[in-house]
């Protein structure tokens, strides 16, 4: 069975999670907290030497990184991958863009608005710059949206997960979501899928 050291609150932490519901892999969860100083521990380090979460174990002692990696290896031969070669790029599309010109932006204005104790005051004039970008991000994914219902392919999957994380919570990093109707659509289209479990999830002990 799987271990995945995962921050409750993270984006990035609930892909997995999410994946993991949805696919019936079981799996345990180990809570390492980024705040506290737990990912930078030696005895984390040793497992991923980033002290970054999450972090996936396997019973042997392997162990991934990064929360589209195991998106990818999660899904592999299944429904949450298209089985179409150039579909297939699509979605590594739209997962490399959710990292580098949504992520950095929608997550991080939650994480110091929200999530990081005094972050909205520490945060400052970085503000802008976050929503900019990450409204510029948001506009590229209503544009997709009103061609297509989803980012991975003719059918729900692993680029949509990887997209949703941030996106649902978006409002947390003060981004005024009301214009984009599309997307608010496309939310509450992964939230009836199959398996779909919240953010707050945990899987019984």
Known sequence: MYTLYSMQNSGNCYKPRLAMAQLGIPFNLVDVDSLDGSTRKAEYLVKNPNGKVPLLEWPVGRFLAESNAMLL????????????????????????????SHEPYIAV??????????????????????????????AVMEEHLSRY????GPAYGVADIALYAYTHVAHQGDFDMSAYVRIGDWLNRVAATPGFVPLAWRPSA
């Open 73 to 100: 290896h999660l899904a592999d031969g299944t429904e949450l991958i298209p089985y179409d070669g150039y579909e297939r790029a699509l979605v590594w599309q739209w997962m490399f863009f959710e990292q580098y």
């Open 109 to 138: 204005a939650r994480s110091w608005l929200h999530v990081v104790p005094g972050g909205r005051a520490q945060a400052g004039d970085k503000v802008i710059e976050w929503h900019e970008k990450g409204h510029k991000a948001l």
């Open 149 to 152: 219902a989803w980012f991975s």
